[in-house]
Nanobody, 124 residues
Framework: QVQLVESGGGLVQAGGSLRLSCAAS????????MGWFRQAPGKEREFVAA????????YYADSVKGRFTISRDNAKKTVYLQMNSLKPEDTAVYYC?????????????????WGQGTQVTVSS
């Protein structure tokens, strides 16, 4: 059984930074792509960033490009999301997800397992 546990969320002022972590267990972490998604109140879940199994390929939503960085440590079975220059519109519950194969996708339907989410609140 795959388990994904996010951490690192919290309250931060606009312009600040947070680093989210997602620890995985249950199957060979290094074989699968990972992604971050977010859902703000009253809105649909949206893609934030994704990384291929090796870390060689990364993808970002236009809204976070240049501010967020996704990375992974396969030895630690952990994926990270470094968030800089945070804006109030980044406020959401952030979810990590594990893909069904090694390639990174922006489509949430390509992801097989999901964490419980961690709240990020950015105050103005």
């Amino acid at each position: 059984q795959v388990q994904l546990v996010e951490s690192g969320g919290g309250l931060v002022q606009a312009g600040g930074s947070l680093r989210l972590s997602c620890a995985a267990s249950g199957r060979t972490f290094s074989a699968y792509a990972m992604g971050w998604f977010r859902q703000a109140p009253g809105k649909e879940r949206e893609f934030v960033a994704a990384i291929s199994w090796s870390g060689r390929n990364t993808y970002y939503a236009d809204s976070v490009k240049g501010r967020f960085t996704i990375s992974r440590d396969n030895a630690k079975k952990t994926v990270y999301l470094q968030m800089n220059s945070l804006k109030p519109e980044d406020t959401a519950v952030y979810y990590c997800a594990q893909g069904g194969d090694s390639a990174a996708y922006t489509d949430s339907r390509k992801y097989s397992y999901w964490g419980q989410g961690t709240q990020v609140t950015v105050s103005s």
